[in-house]
């Protein structure tokens, strides 16, 4: 059975929007978007690094290595901010544009050794995914695919955790739940997501993914299990739309995506308006 | 004064609490016996909030210690329950009444099972207690700040717990509400529990509180309220500031230096 | 990049002091569809039109993220997210759509992406003078609302200023900033050159004024350090090595700034731990001497048992105690001199007080107080001293029922 490129990248599209869709939906709700953003562009020194070791790019033990970056990326984030009493936003800033920089600059310096040209880095190659195949499925979808198995399994078993530390970490506490344990799994799930999608669709192009979807769905509803269900539907439409809208342009593809998601973004953003004046008029 | 209790079921000894170097709580010093319906009392700023916040473990001290049943409180966390203040959580999040007061059914070693029926049906019982069996799936943004109030309160109870711990539970809230709870916490006292209440306002506190802790960085005064509710004790408390200890306080903060030896 | 250096990290120092540091990475996102847009409509390369369209969609952002986080519930963290992803989602698309359009000068757009200050043609440094100028002077001009505003934007209000124009004037000259640098370093690194240096510059002074000035110290150390690093090895990108010297600058702050930095907070640590070992010494040996009147000398092995825990420490606290002038030394025994015996008999003086306080005053008990005091006597300074003296009424006895020695 051969399917087309165009059912593969939807398909990968797919996968990327829904797992970051799941995963962002915690991340917009402990307010901690801005955390996600940084850890997409800190990954990119690890990534570089795995590159540079194993010489491929399906390595997955190289992949988690890189993950590590993310990781590190939000313990410099709290050291800065912590211990060093720098503000919050800057400690940020600072974190992940460093990292960044310096992923860049291992990319440049070891250009001829590191198969990773700045335009993937930036908008991801998706275009591309049906190139390496293993068993007649691009091996995009194979570890994408794991990936989003692990992370339902990990909201599904974790739910309650996840839920009680989101809502009222110092609640979860009294009742001797480790706070700091479910950050830093949600942390690595992100650090590990972003590196896998990173190929797909850009380092950059990543945040958008996390937090659109859920920042739409939270307009949408007011139920957690509803508010997961959606970002993940609408990071589906938003993949298949994209696509046809960069086949119609021919621009990138992850590009299109995320301008269908922005616009499916401000159509939620007018309808939970609408609906809102509705009952403030009843009322 | 303080007024000490043979048998304690909380007991604090010499706990000092500094945030930023800076003492929030002072040599405080006080027990409780089981079964009475307690008041934390004082102004603004006096450490009311960090105290019920050591005695769950949420900050930690500089000195001193807090015993629940005689024990630490991690080996009990099963038998204590915390009421937060309101404001501390984001009442826009995603989540139904009977999402929050099941809550208080999740322990350490559970939280990968599933709930039970009976765990529902006793959060049930515990909105229904708080009158509130009526918004059982209603959406927390929803909900008035008495509301509110009364869903984090039937939480608590779905703890089951015998030590109950709140913050600020009548500050913000409607008549009726004021009403359901106090009337609440007399039944719960009456059951045997003890609870311990960060209260700011002095006037309610006489009718409210059977047991009285005056609290202004220092412990003023704990005891039976006939016993504490003196003007001296009073003016302690709330007439004018500790100049010496403020003064101190600021010393320590500013020479970053601990508020003990080792 | 020196320029740039200076204009950012003036404007970038309000942005940090009204904790809007990452509204200056979702503007740095939000220029690419502006430039880009303005090319396809002008075709042309000139930077003018170019900074004229990147201007446009950063503001669009900013009041994208207004819109957001007050027409719902959005909390602003999420707001920024969108807004910086959803426009540079759109950069991306028109620049892809405009390299498959095969128009004319397009080849340097995707400099605008990852920067490139090597390719930037004398003209475009000509009009980024102008820029730098123009902000430069402009926070010259308002320099007084733009304080007021960064620190107390309540009071502000209250006072009848214009607090929406100031505003606005700051949001543009940022955005006027990012416009202009995004060529030199690129989307994602122009947020490190509005945010870094202040971040730097924070450790350093509390004054605004200064603060601007190392802000743009530190801006233009980190822009010539990463230019010469790129110069010198020209594999190098220029943009991110700014960014990590920058950044190292930010950690060499962090580490050795007086006052706030790592080392000046261990160091005044170390400081405080050797006067309250040598105060304990004293307080040792007023003790042994208030046992047995009379001047006597002591041994190493009297003082060691009577403060054990200071053994380590002592041979060269003693040293350092007879250097001031408080003992002497004689064939291995130490007396106090009569300057050391005031400065011990006021330091017991103020344990005593302050057990008398505590007991008297806080009703602590009298067997928890002594701790407290351990601590205490080494903070209470002269006139703290003489005003816990007058609120005691100046007592005789502590209450453990010893003398308090006047």
């Known amino acids: ?283 | 004064m303080t007024t000490k209790v043979a048998d304690p079921v909380i007991e604090v000894h010499d706990l000092t609490v500094s945030y930023q170097r800076k003492p929030a709580l002072w040599g405080v010093d006080f027990s409780l016996p089981s079964g009475v319906l307690a008041g934390i009392i004082g102004p603004n700023g006096a450490g009311k909030s960090t105290l019920i916040k050591a005695m769950m473990g949420l900050v930690s001290g500089d000195s001193g210690y807090v015993r629940l049943f005689n024990r630490p409180i991690d080996e009990v966390r099963g038998k204590v329950a915390y009421v937060p203040q309101r404001g501390t959580v984001d009442w826009d999040f995603p989540a139904s009444v009977l999402d929050v007061v099941l809550m208080g059914r999740f322990k350490k070693r559970r939280l990968f099972s599933r709930l039970s029926k009976a765990d529902e049906a006793l959060a049930l019982r515990c909105l229904e207690q708080v009158g509130m069996e009526g918004f059982k799936y209603r959406q927390i943004s929803q909900l008035s700040g008495g509301q509110q109030q009364r869903v984090f309160l039937a939480r608590a109870l779905a703890q089951q717990a015998e030590i109950y711990l709140m913050d600020e539970p009548f500050a913000g809230i409607d008549a009726t509400t004021e009403q359901t709870i106090f009337e609440l916490l007399g039944k719960l006292r009456d059951e045997g529990k003890t609870i311990l209440v960060v209260h700011h306002d002095l006037q309610s506190a006489y009718q409210y509180f059977d047991w009285i802790i005056l609290l202004n960085t220092q412990l003023v005064a704990s005891g039976p309220r006939s016993d504490i509710f003196v003007p001296d004790y009073l003016r302690k408390t709330y007439g004018g500031k500790l100049n010496m200890l403020t003064s101190v306080g600021e010393m320590l903060a500013e020479m970053e230096a601990p508020t003990r030896e080792k | 990049m020196v320029l740039l250096g200076i204009a950012s990290s003036t404007i970038g120092t309000f942005a940090f002091l009204r904790k809007r540091s990452l509204t200056g990475d979702a503007v740095a996102h939000s220029v690419l569809p502006g430039v880009c847009l303005a090319f396809l409509i002008f075709q042309t390369r000139n930077l003018w039109v170019l900074l004229g369209g990147a201007f446009v969609t950063g503001w669009l952002s900013i009041l994208f993220v207004d819109l957001i986080t007050s027409k719902s519930r959005i909390k602003p963290d999420a707001a920024i997210g969108i807004a910086l992803s959803f426009f540079f989602a759109i950069g991306i698309v028109l620049l892809t759509y405009i390299q498959q359009t095969g128009l004319p000068g397009q080849s340097g757009l995707n400099n605008f992406l990852l920067g490139k200050a090597a390719a930037m043609a004398p003209e475009d440094i000509r009009t980024m003078s102008l820029v730098s100028i123009v902000i430069v002077g402009t926070v010259a001009v308002f320099f007084q609302p733009f304080r007021l505003l960064s620190f107390d934007p309540d009071f502000a209000k209250a006072t009848g200023m214009p607090v929406r124009f100031y505003e606005t004037l700051l949001t543009t000259l940022t955005v006027l900033a990012v416009a202009a640098g995004i060529q030199a370093v690129g989307v994602v690194l122009m947020a490190a050159m509005l945010i870094t240096p202040p971040a730097a510059a924070r450790f350093w002074t509390n004054k605004l004024g200064v603060m601007i000035l190392l802000s743009v110290l530190f801006g233009v150390a980190g822009g010539i350090l990463g230019a010469y690093v790129s110069f010198a090895n020209n594999k190098m990108p220029t943009g991110p090595w700014v960014v990590t010297m920058t950044s190292l600058l930010v950690v060499a702050s962090i580490l050795f700034a007086p006052g706030k930095g790592v080392f000046s907070r261990w160091w005044k640590k170390r400081q405080y731990r050797n006067k309250v070992q040598r105060e304990n010494l004293l307080k040792a040996l007023y003790h042994l001497e208030e046992a047995t009147p009379g001047k006597q000398w002591f041994g190493l092995p009297e003082i060691m048992e009577k403060r054990p825990d200071l053994s380590d420490a002592l041979a060269g606290q003693l040293r350092q105690l007879q250097r001031n002038g408080m003992i002497e030394q004689s064939q291995n025994k130490y007396a106090v001199t009569p300057e050391g015996m005031t400065e011990g008999k006021r330091i017991v003086r103020i344990h005593r007080l302050w057990e008398m306080y505590l007991t008297e005053k806080m009703n602590i008990a009298s067997d928890h107080v002594h701790e407290d005091a351990e601590a205490i006597e080494h903070i209470i300074t002269p006139e703290l001293e003489e005003r816990l003296a007058a609120l005691l009424d100046y007592p005789e006895k502590d209450p453990h029922n010893k003398e308090i020695p006047w």
């Open chain 1, 1 to 283: 059975m051969v399917m087309s490129d165009a059912f593969w990248i939807i398909l990968t599209g797919s996968l990327v929007a829904a797992t970051s869709g799941l995963l962002g939906c915690f991340l917009v709700l402990r307010k901690m978007a801005l955390v996600g953003d940084a850890i997409s562009h800190a990954v990119l020194p690890g990534i570089a690094i795995a590159f540079l070791i194993s010489g491929s790019r399906s390595s997955v033990p190289m992949l988690l290595g890189a993950a590590a970056f993310g990781l590190f990326c939000t313990v410099l984030i709290e050291v800065f901010s912590k211990r060093a009493r720098v503000q919050e936003d800057a400690a940020i800033g600072i974190s992940f544009t460093w990292l960044f920089a310096i992923g860049v600059i291992l990319i440049t310096f070891f250009a001829d050794k590191v198969d990773l040209d700045q335009e993937c880095v930036l908008y991801g190659e998706i275009a591309f995914v049906g190139f390496e195949t293993w068993l007649g499925i691009p091996v995009a979808v194979w570890t994408l695919g794991v990936l989003l198995i692990f992370i339902l399994a990990m909201i599904g078993l974790g739910y309650k955790g996840l839920f009680i530390t989101t809502f009222d970490p110092e609640y979860a506490t009294t009742l001797g739940i480790s706070v700091a344990g479910w950050h830093y799994l949600l942390m690595s799930s992100v650090s590990v997501t972003t590196v896998f999608t990173f190929e797909s669709v850009g380092a950059i192009l990543v945040v958008a993914f996390l937090i659109i979807p859920a920042a739409t769905a939270y307009l949408l509803t007011h139920k957690l299990k509803t508010m997961l269900l959606l970002a993940t539907l609408i990071g589906i439409t938003s993949s298949i739309l994209g696509y046809y809208l960069a086949l119609w342009l021919n621009a990138s593809i992850s590009g299109s995506m995320v301008v269908v998601l922005g616009v499916l973004f401000i159509v939620a953003l007018a309808v939970s308006r609408g609906k809102r004046m509705q009952i403030s008029a009843f009322s």
